[in-house]
């Protein structure tokens, strides 16, 4: 039986008065590539944190492959790699020398693809880290990542400072790993069209919780908008249960709600004598009805 890499049951972390997670439950199975999507301040940073044991939870149980996260062996930490928001590296050295030292930490460590990936990001190995531009440290710090090919690996915002080039390329090497040996992946972005690409699940993180987690297609066929247009004058009260927003506008509306029936359609059409459409939403969208 394939032991899971990531398992959270009832995660709480507060920061003296200020209660940051609340009541987590999370189980990433082998293989998921699970977007982790939230607003500023929703705590995505600090769950990574616990995750990986940098942050020790307030309450509840946080399980990484098998080990407690605050507890964790040198034998897992080797399977791990972790791309913080906020780059440090050791300033002083080359990249040349930074690329040797960490390698010599990682028996899997892969010479020939990490030197393709330097030159595929045009990393130069002489220039001194302390010099690299955001982009190009954001792009030093996931190589240093994935370069024993983790077999969990975590990412907060790891594209943050790159440019649509180097975004691709991100993508590009992601999608190499997932179809040579399928590691699973946990990422937080605020780029939904890039976890459209690559993310096989999608997590919520919403006033501390995780307010829904789906598969993505799942989630995709789950949320839809309604266009009606009606032969009369639509009320400004006008509702339909479930929805998450509404907008009147004369005889239109447009009404985003999850799990539409094709009862609560029918009833539309034959309630307000009105043409119905359904709309597929992409997953920004799906994000910002989430949050209204």
């Given at each position: 039986m394939s032991v899971i890499p990531l398992e959270v049951k009832g995660l709480a972390k507060s ?100 030197a393709q990936l330097v030159i595929r990001w045009s990393i130069n190995l002489s220039d001194k ?164």
């Amino acid at each position: 039986m394939s032991v899971i890499p990531l398992e959270v049951k009832g995660l709480a972390k507060s920061f003296g008065a200020n209660l940051v997670l609340q009541d987590v439950e999370l189980r990433v199975e082998p293989g998921m590539i699970v977007g982790l999507v939230g607003t500023n301040g929703s705590g995505k940073s600090t769950l990574i944190k616990c995750l990986l044991g940098l942050l020790r939870p307030s309450a509840g149980n946080v399980s990484v492959l098998g080990d407690t996260s605050g507890d964790l062996s040198a034998s897992t930490k080797s399977r791990i790699a972790y791309v913080a928001q906020d780059v440090r590296l050791f300033p002083w050295m080359r990249v040349e020398q930074l690329l040797a030292y960490v390698s010599a930490f990682y028996h899997t460590w892969d010479t020939e693809w990490v030197a393709q990936l330097v030159i595929r990001w045009s990393i130069n190995l002489s220039d001194k880290v302390g010099v690299l531009s955001p982009g190009q440290l954001q792009k030093l710090a996931i190589v240093l990542a994935i370069g024993h090919r983790p077999e969990l690996l975590l990412l907060d915002e790891p594209v943050a400072s790159l440019d649509p080039v180097g975004r691709r390329e991100f993508l590009r090497s992601i999608m190499e790993l997932t179809a040579e040996y399928g590691p699973t992946i946990l990422f937080s972005t605020h780029i939904t069209s890039d976890l459209e690409r690559i993310a096989s699940h999608i997590a919520v993180l919403q006033h501390g919780k995780i307010r829904c987690f789906e598969d993505l297609d799942t989630l995709k066929e789950q949320f839809k908008r309604l266009r009606i247009r009606s032969n009369r004058q639509l009320p400004d009260s006008f509702q339909v249960p479930g929805a998450l927003r509404t907008e009147v506008d004369g005889s239109t509306a447009l009404i985003s709600m999850p799990n539409v029936s094709a009862a609560t359609i029918e009833q539309l059409r034959g309630d307000w004598q009105a043409e119905v459409d359904v709309e597929d939403l992409n997953l920004e969208e799906i994000f910002m009805e989430l949050h209204q």
